[in-house]
């Protein structure tokens, strides 16, 4: 099935997941109408879509997401919201309040917004932080939606979107206005990289400064399997096609699917290494100390900043949970995507690197001379 004739809203639209889904239906569907939902949406954005607009009618809704005037009149006439804005933070630098405003609050009243305006179909962007790491640090091997796993979330971020994925996933089947019912599903997509990953940036960044050597922050044991961002975008296509046949719909509905690829599977570090030693980078060989006082010394860090907390805020450059998720063989299978949603791999994993490196091999000059100048 197609979307040929719908009016989809995307949040997040300008950021580096939406962008790569607005231009992905643009080039395989004939949708009436894509509405671009962000905080702003600089004019270089729709520029750079133009050259595969075809007769699509692209329409700009800047506001915030936790004003429900603003989301009702985004939703209003449409038929399908991919919900991908989010507050993204694992150093937990970013306030609670703002983040649960926003990844909760947001996602509650664009919820409200689509029964209100007769919105057929809601898509949520999770992650597979909603599982973990647990703070034991235990692994997942291949995991699917129904390994059994104690899930004993730190972050705040983690918290926020469990609790989203759940106010989604419970709205499915609730009542519209014009007597249909919603359809909603979470995907939860790993690491994502690819171009205009700011991740991968700050990493190269910070390794140019330590003389284009990258540092290493997770053991080579702990694996994980990023995806890449056009497999994500098309995982999120594939999950409003099948929302418009009936038998799916009912099936798909209320479901959570864990979106990743054929990556190959390597700890962070040496996957951020995989991608930039064709720029001649190198990596450090251990860790900058034993893992298990590498942890002594963050909680240390962690008290440290505690006690300052009634004078200044001072957020450590790692935590306890963030060292966990780095040091955590943690990988998912997407056979249940493909099975359910008809995903597979657009992108294989070698164009995804060749992508990405080449996009990266574009940045270097930029950050030199940023550094240069800084």
Known sequence: MSLRGDVCVVTGACGFLGKRLVRLLLEEEETAEI???????PPPVLQSLEDCRGGTKLSVFEGDIRDSDFVRRACRGATTV???????????SVEFSEMYGVNVKGTQLLLEAC???????????????VVGPNPRGEPIVNGTEDTVYESRLK???????????DRTLQANG??????????????RPTYIFGEG???????????????????????????????????????????????????????????????????????????????????????????PMPLRIFYIYVFLLEMLCMLLRPFTRIVPPMNRQLLTLLNTTFNFSYQKARRDLGYFPKYSWEEARRRTIEWLASQLPLQRETLQSS
């Open 35 to 41: 509405r671009l939902l962000d905080k702003r949406v």
């Open 82 to 92: 991919f919900h991908i804005a989010s507050v993204i933070d694992v150093s937990e």
């Open 115 to 129: 029964l209100h305006e007769n919105v057929m179909s809601f898509i949520y962007t999770s992650t597979v932080e």
């Open 155 to 165: 972050f705040n971020y983690s918290r926020t979107k469990k609790e989203a994925e």
């Open 174 to 187: 609730q009542l519209l206005q014009n007597g249909g019912r919603l359809a909603t599903c979470s995907l």
């Open 197 to 287: 990953c700011r991740f991968l940036l700050h990493h190269m960044t910070e390794g140019m400064r330590n003389g284009n050597v990258l540092y290493r922050l997770s053991v080579r044991e702990a694996l994980v399997n990023p995806v890449y961002v056009g497999n994500v975008a098309f995982a999120h296509l594939q999950a409003a096609r099948s929302f418009k046949e009936p038998q799916k719909r009912s099936a798909v509905g209320g479901k959570f699917y864990f979106v990743t690829d054929d990556t190959a599977l390597l700890s962070y570090a040496d996957f951020n290494y995989c991608m930039m030693s064709p720029l001649g980078f190198s990596i450090q060989e251990k860790l």
